[in-house]
């Protein structure tokens, strides 16, 4: 069982920048390709972005590539989300995820969650 708990969500105002970390629990965790994801109030969960288990693979959603940079630390076991130039539609709680699937953008490709940071933009 792999536990993940996010950390580093807060409030900003626009134009801030916001680090992200999600640290996982077991050893097995670099084998894992991970993913961020949030949820808005209202909206369903979207995918933000991806990296695959060596770390040499990244994806981003189209709305956050550019500002936004997902990496990973295998001697931390941990994934960081560098968030830059934020605007108040990237209010959301950020949530990460492990899968065994790589890549993926889709929810089911990820088979554990840890239980989502709040990271607020004010305009």
């Known amino acids: 069982q792999v536990q993940l708990v996010e950390s580093g969500g807060g409030s900003v105002q626009a134009g801030g920048s916001l680090r992200l970390r999600c640290a996982g629990s077991l050893r097995t965790f670099a084998s894992f390709a991970m993913g961020w994801f949030r949820q808005a109030p209202g909206k369903e969960r979207e995918f933000v972005a991806a990296i695959s288990w060596s770390g040499g693979s990244t994806d981003y959603a189209d709305s956050v590539k550019g500002r936004f940079t997902i990496s990973r630390d295998t001697a931390e076991n941990a994934i960081y989300l560098q968030m830059n130039t934020l605007k108040p539609e990237d209010t959301a709680v950020y949530y990460c995820?492990?899968?065994?699937?790589?890549?993926?953008?889709?929810?089911?490709?990820?088979?554990?969650w840890g239980q989502g940071t709040q990271v607020t933009v004010a305009s």
């Open positions: 995820a492990a899968g065994t699937r790589g890549t993926t953008r889709t929810n089911n490709g990820y088979d554990y």
